[in-house]
């Protein structure tokens, strides 16, 4: 359902949201897909055992970007949520976005497996760079088997934390009854828990192990910090369980032209 006062493939402030949900109920007596979705991620938030201690403290301030994508017109949406978050990026001070991550809701729904949803979510990763209108930066390989590649999008190296409701041991990567996004700029993290700085590292052991505790003692092999000789970005986006889509090679097919849109 579509109404003026929420729109697919825009970017929305979490605080907005929180207004937003409550005036569509009030309203239209029915429970929007997206505000259910909003509610969803809000009972994983407000959890004091949320592994992410940044997203917990985000949450908190109210910090959060969101966008969501239709089933009717996904591809559109992606795109137009990802130029204007990729815009904040590139115009807003550092230090007023370094915990201001966009959360990416697709409305599609009714998958059979977790296997299925991973494949759901590298197709609209790949259909993310496919409509890229820049070049691919220079400075990142295009191969995904690099230890240096990184995801971009307009020029920026973006990091994505795909988020799934058949998610049932990594408990950290389930946000309720839709397929996440979780899209932050990759450099962030570099200054927040770098790995080559021991206040970082201390900052990444401390998440590992509440995401350790919050899985009920389940940690995937591949869990990794950028830039380690033997860590692949690609395989940080997707964490696995039994039932996850099984790749031996990152899906993506990088390519250096900008896109169409």
């Keep these: 359902m579509e109404n003026g006062l929420l729109a697919n493939g825009e970017m929305v402030k979490q605080a907005d949201l929180r207004m937003i949900g409550h005036d569509i109920g009030k309203f239209t007596g029915e429970i929007d897909w997206r505000v259910e979705a909003f509610f969803d991620i809000s009972l994983c938030m407000n959890d004091p055992l949320f592994p992410c201690l940044f997203a917990r403290n985000a949450w908190k301030s109210e910090a959060l970007n969101f966008a969501f994508v239709s089933t009717s017109s996904t ?15 590139k115009t807003v001070k550092e230090e007023d976005r370094l915990y201001s991550p966009l959360l990416m809701v697709f409305e599609q729904t009714g998958f059979q497996n ?10 609209r990763i790949q259909e993310m760079h496919d409509g890229d209108p820049q070049s691919w930066p ?38 309720g009854q839709h397929v996440v996004f979780v899209i932050n700029p990759r450099a962030h993290f570099d200054i927040v828990a770098s790995h080559k700085d ?60 900008g896109g169409k849109a």
């Design 75 to 89: 591809q559109v949406d992606v795109i137009s949520a990802l130029k204007a978050f990729v815009h904040r990026t």
């Design 114 to 123: 977790l296997r299925q949803e991973h494949e759901f979510a590298w197709q």
């Design 138 to 175: 220079d400075a990142i390989p295009t191969d995904p088997q690099s230890s240096e590649w990184s995801f971009c999008f307009g020029g920026i190296e973006l990091f994505i934390n795909i988020s799934c409701p058949s998610h049932l041991q990594l408990r950290s990567r389930n946000l």
């Design 198 to 257: 021991v206040k970082g590292v201390k900052v990444r052991e401390k998440i590992r192990r509440r995401v350790c505790n919050y899985n009920n003692g389940y940690l995937p092999k591949a869990l990794g910090f950028y830039g380690d000789e033997h860590n692949l970005e690609w395989k940080q986006y997707q964490m696995n369980e039994p039932g996850s889509a099984d790749f031996s090679r990152c899906p993506l097919h990088i390519h250096n032209k």
